[in-house]
Nanobody
Framework: QVQLVESGGGLVQAGGSLRLSCAAS????????MAWYRQAPGKQRELVAT???????NCADSVLGRFTISRDNAKNTVYLQMNSLKPEDTAVYYC???????WGQGTQVTVSS
């Protein structure tokens, strides 16, 4: 059974930082591209960042230079380091095995101005 468990969300002031983690189980983690998505109230879920099995990363323009995705295959974990947070980054953040229907439960990130 595939499980993705996110952690690390919370409330932070604008300009602050958070690191999200997503622990995966039930898959050969190192084989898969992993992704972070987010969904703000009243908006569609959007792709934030991806990291391939080989470690190649890609980020949405809206977070480029501020967010960094990484992975630790030994720990079956993918991370999202978020710096210089803005109020518009407020959303529920979800971990996903790219191009599958496997999602975590989400973790709330709230950035106050």
């Amino acid at each position: 059974q595939v499980q993705l468990v996110e952690s690390g969300g919370g409330l932070v002031q604008a300009g602050g930082s958070l690191r999200l983690s997503c622990a995966a189980s039930g898959i050969v983690f190192s084989m898969y591209t992993m992704a972070w998505y987010r969904q703000a109230p009243g908006k569609q879920r959007e792709l934030v960042a991806t990291v391939t099995s080989g470690g190649r990363t890609n980020c949405a323009d809206s977070v480029l230079g501020r967010f960094t995705i990484s992975r630790d295959n030994a720990k079956n974990t993918v991370y999202l380091q978020m710096n210089s947070l803005k109020p518009e980054d407020t959303a529920v953040y979800y971990c996903n095995i790219r191009l599958t229907d496997h999602w975590g439960q989400g973790t709330q990130v709230t950035v106050s101005s």
